[in-house]
């Protein structure tokens, strides 16, 4: 008899994909794009079908346990899309397919533990002494509940039990199980209550069933509202509006005269607020550039585009009209922009523009309000979707637009795991397989993606002016070297003057002397100002506190980094190591610094500085409560604080224009990380952060600190000069 047989993609580290088979009953519902669950070894895995062989020489095959779903999770584009990743980045498509499911939907099984011994007493008294593991273990299950593997490591507080666990299976003492897990995340249900039509009319009619004076209000007042359950009200506020209770109802359900049921709910997420929009009319450079794509949405094939345009050039604004045209083709967006500029900020732009078509995906909202965003795009109930790059696997029909915002953003490129992929260049090849057009856009470009537009492979359109008729603000650079200089000779001085000792430890210094009489002057005219000190610059780095020379890599040229334990500088490129030194080899001084400080050794010494002055600190500590970011950022921006201090999540995207002044506490800690870009990300970086300075009628100013004022990198952004 011949078998139904189906190949399956697997979230397992092996190159190919899986053969199953499936009974008549399973095999109707198949189709490619659904997941299924199917065993793997000795664990069930939620899998997607891509495939459907007619032979196979493999035996012994095993059957599909369940299919998750009736509609595909993945269309075929996009089953075509997460193909190429796999094979691109080398990744198993199965692996791919689940980074781009929503989080928490799958279904694994996971081993668990039970007691299966009659006397405990015994174990435990046998174990006490001989086997501190095994006791341990037996306690944390001794309640007779079932616990996974990392439930009994985190209970025991140890680490490495397979082993034990196996001589406890092998003694009778406990029993090892696969057990399936519902989804972590599903689709939220909420309860309605509307009028059983036939037996509500007859109740209310007088025929038969005893209703007292307040129940027949109260189905009145349910009979008012609509008996389709999708219009139907829910429970709690059909019962705050007629002040009744849970129970009254009940009592009518029971009579037949209501029905109580449920019913799915989108979770939203606070971003979603709605604000009037701007009214703009275009300038001429932005009109040229919205014609072009224009015309290439119009031809309806497969084009991108690189958007050059200055900070506050109004590339938002070019996204917007673009996105209104694809709209009106009956098309669909996706907008990528970086995780730290995805403030709702942003989000409230496109959304006053285009309101319930647009739905966001964001890492703080919570798994259920992104799975309903995803839900929301996959039921074709909106058209846009903005998010980080993950939403690059949005399940949307008929794309005909996706916008990179800041498309050399390190962000785009996932790093930690598999697959490890670029949504910018992912972006580009799904456009090209549904034959829609992509805008880049960056004020400082990746330099790949501007030699793409050299060589013509992408089209390069610039936005030169800014759009507000605002002033790109003048750049000063500071050297620390000179400023440190003269801290050191004044130190010098004192201890010579009153015959004490060096101190051990010499201040903090992190803010010049300049930029502490102009934060002070801003202050003074209450105007606001945005530091930025990159806390990426964590990465230890080696500097002389006389000179400045920092230890650098022989082969490489990039920071080397120290290494307390060991005592050593490494170069993080090619493994290069030598000794940390103990005096400087440039100048021979003694005052050598390992140093790393962050946002708030700053906001300390602001603090001392400016004790009146009000400083708000935005960074991976202060932001990761849900909201965090949004509030600080209203508070600055409604003049709450007086100094934003952050890392480079002050750099993007923030227009307040009360900020005068942007002042880089060091433009080093990016130019000495040890990264062959880094030199391209500080210009990137600083030209970000110094848009943010006079975005309107003022003008603006930026300090840019550093030990190495004569860097190609920072003479470029002083000149605003990207070209260069
Ligand atoms: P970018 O995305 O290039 O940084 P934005 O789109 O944020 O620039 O525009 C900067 C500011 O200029 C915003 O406040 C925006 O409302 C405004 N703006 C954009 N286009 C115009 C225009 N044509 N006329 C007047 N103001 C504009
Ligand atoms: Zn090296």
């Known amino acids: 008899m011949s078998q139904f047989l189906v190949d399956i993609a697997l979230p397992v580290p092996l190159d190919h994909t899986f053969t199953y088979i499936a009974s008549p009953d399973l095999s109707v519902r198949l189709q490619r794009g659904v997941r299924v669950l199917v065993p793997f070894g000795r664990k069930i895995l939620t ?64 081993k668990t533990i039970r007691l299966t011994v009659d006397d405990i007493e015994e174990c435990l008294k046998e174990t006490r002494k001989k086997s501190k593991v095994q006791h341990a273990l037996l306690l944390a299950l001794q309640d007779g509940n079932s616990l996974t593997i990392s439930q009994l490591q985190k209970k025991t507080g140890r680490k490495g039990i397979h082993g034990v666990l196996d001589q406890m299976v092998n003694r009778g003492w406990i029993s090892v199980e696969e057990l399936i897990d519902k989804p972590r995340v599903r689709p939220k249900l909420e309860t309605v209550v509307r009028l059983n039509a036939e037996a509500g009319n007859l109740a209310v009619h007088g025929s038969g069933v005893q209703l007292s004076k307040r129940q027949e209000v109260l189905v009145q007042a349910i009979g008012e509202h609509s008996t389709d359950i999708a219009q139907a009200l829910p429970v709690n506020e059909f019962l705050r509006i007629a002040h009744a209770s849970l129970s009254s109802l009940k009592a009518l359900e029971k009579k037949g005269l209501v029905l109580l049921s449920k019913r799915e709910v989108m979770r939203t997420s606070e971003y979603e607020t709605l604000e009037q929009p701007a009214d703009i009319v275009l300038n001429d450079d932005q009109a040229k550039a919205v014609a072009s794509i224009t015309e290439s949405l119009e031809q309806g094939t497969y084009k991108t585009f690189l958007l050059l345009g200055v900070t506050g050039s109004g590339k938002t604004q070019v996204y917007i009209e673009a996105i209104r045209k694809v709209l009106s083709m009956g098309k669909t967006v996706v907008v990528l922009v970086p995780e730290i500029s995805l403030t709702p900020q942003t989000v409230r732009r496109f959304k006053a523009h285009f309101h319930d078509d647009v739905a966001v995906m964001h890492s703080q909202m919570s798994a259920g309000e992104r799975y309903d965003a995803w839900r929301r795009a996959h039921d074709g109930k909106v058209k846009i979707i903005i998010g980080p790059r993950s939403a690059i696997f949005a399940p949307l029909e008929k794309i005909g637009l996706i916008v990179i915002d800041e498309e050399h953003e390190a962000s785009y490129k996932q790093f930690d795991s598999v697959p490890r992929y670029n949504a910018r260049d992912v972006a580009v090849v799904r456009a090209a397989q549904s034959n829609a057009v992509v805008i880049l856009g960056s004020a400082t470009p990746s330099v790949e993606s501007y030699y793409n537009a050299l060589n013509g492979k992408y089209q390069l359109l610039e936005l030169p002016q800014r759009a507000d008729n605002a002033r790109l603000p003048s750049v000063v650079v500071v050297d620390m070297k000179k400023e440190r200089k003269r801290v050191y000779e004044e130190i010098k001085l004192s201890v010579q003057k009153t015959k004490g000792v060096f101190p051990k430890h010499l201040p903090q210094l992190s803010i010049s002397g300049l930029l502490r009489d102009q934060i002070a002057q801003r202050l003074e005219k209450k105007e606001a100002v945005i530091l930025l000190q990159n806390r990426r610059g964590f990465s230890h780095v080696v500097e002389c506190f006389e000179c400045g020379h920092v230890e650098t890599c022989d082969n490489c040229d ?111 800690t990016q130019m000495l990380l040890p990264d062959f870009r880094a030199s391209e990300q500080t210009f990137q970086l600083l030209t970000q952060v110094a848009g943010r300075a006079g975005r309107s009628t003022l003008s603006g100013e930026v300090i840019i600190q550093t030990l190495q004022p004569d860097h190609y990198s920072l003479k470029h952004v002083v000149l605003h000069d990207y070209r260069g």
Not at 72 to 101: C, H, M, N, Q
Not at 576 to 589: G, I, Q, R, S, T
């Open 47 to 110: 899998g997607v079908v891509v495939g459907f062989p007619a032979s196979t020489s493999v035996k012994g095959l095993k059957p599909v346990k369940d299919v998750l779903e009736s509609r595909p999770t993945f269309s075929e584009d996009l089953l075509k899309l997460t193909r190429w990743i796999s094979e691109y980045y080398i990744a198993p498509w199965g692996e791919v397919l689940k980074a781009a499911t929503p989080q928490g939907t799958s279904v694994e099984s996971k």
């Open 558 to 668: 990039v920071a080397l980094t120290f290494h307390k334990t060991k005592k050593h500088l490494r170069c993080h490129y090619c493994g290069f190591v030598k000794k940390a030194p103990n005096v400087c080899p440039k100048c021979n001084c003694v005052e050598l610094r390992f140093y790393a400080f962050g946002t708030q050794q700053v906001h300390g010494e602001l603090g001392s500085l400016f004790p009146g002055a009000t400083v708000a600190r935005m960074d991976k500590d202060t932001t990761t409560h849900k909201g965090a970011h949004d509030k600080i950022l209203q508070r600055f921006g409604s003049g709450g604080a007086e100094i934003l201090l952050g890392t480079q999540m002050v750099a993007k995207g923030l227009d307040f224009p009360r900020v005068t002044l942007v002042g880089v506490i060091s433009a080093d």
